[in-house]
T-cell receptor, first 115, second 114 residues
């Protein structure tokens, strides 16, 4: 069965500093990994995904994520945080063995960027 | 702009009074999903439509039903809302049902049950 862990409920970072939001996964086959961001009272916005190929994936709003198969991780990063990046971030996974219907989400990490 | 639209954004209903939430999409995607997200929790898939084919998750209560009259629209019906059904309901779409396909979400409808 698939699962996703986001070990930090809350991450605080100063504006202008690099940020990392952590995600580890467990799947029985090859993983397909996604990051979404959710602003208050809004739906989820797609940031980026890893399907295959280059381990470093670049996405929207300057975010990127690095797929690390040996550590089963897919951490979200940004070189310089903005106050407007403050939001709830969800990592999600699918694998081809159990089908494409369901995205399994982590419990979310709340990012606060301090001015 | 192509998008996923949900109406209303906020819905208040009374305990036991049926309620319908609406989702429409201009993306012409084949798959439409309904998720339930309770406060501070991850979204949980209730069911999805692949074209006209309805697929229910095993643990979705019978109280939740869905209709997809055409490609663009999908409805979530809650037959007898309980206090525990208060949540954000998210509609999503994807082009096909491939593992690599991205799901695109609407803004959500926040349901309050009095």
């Amino acid at each position: 069965a698939q699962s996703v862990a986001q070990p930090e409920d809350q991450v605080n970072v100063a504006e202008g500093n690099p940020l990392t939001v952590k995600c580890t996964y467990s799947v029985s086959g090859n993983p397909y990994l996604f990051w979404y961001v959710q602003y208050p009272n809004r739906g989820l916005q797609f940031l980026l995904k890893y399907i295959t190929g280059d381990n470093l994936v670049k996405g929207s709003y300057g975010f990127e994520a690095e797929f690390n198969k040996s550590q089963t991780s897919f951490h979200l990063k940004k070189p310089s945080a903005l106050v407007s990046d403050s939001a709830l971030y969800f990592c999600a996974v699918r694998d081809i063995q159990t089908g494409a219907n369901n995205l399994f989400f982590g419990t979310g990490t709340r990012l606060t960027v301090i001015p | 702009d192509a998008m996923v639209i949900q109406n209303p954004r906020y819905q208040v209903t009374q305990f036991g009074k049926p309620v319908t939430l609406s989702c429409s999409q201009t993306l012409n995607h084949n798959v439409m999903y309904w998720y339930q997200q309770k406060s501070s929790q991850a979204p949980k898939l209730l069911f999805h439509y692949y074209d006209k084919d309805f697929n229910n998750e095993a643990d979705t209560p019978d109280n939740f039903q869905s209709r997809r009259p055409n490609t663009s629209f999908c409805f979530l019906d809650i037959r007898s809302p309980g206090l525990g059904d208060a949540a954000m309901y998210l509609c999503a779409t994807s082009r096909q049902r491939e593992v690599s396909d991205t799901q695109y979400f609407g803004p959500g409808t926040r349901l309050t049950v009095l």
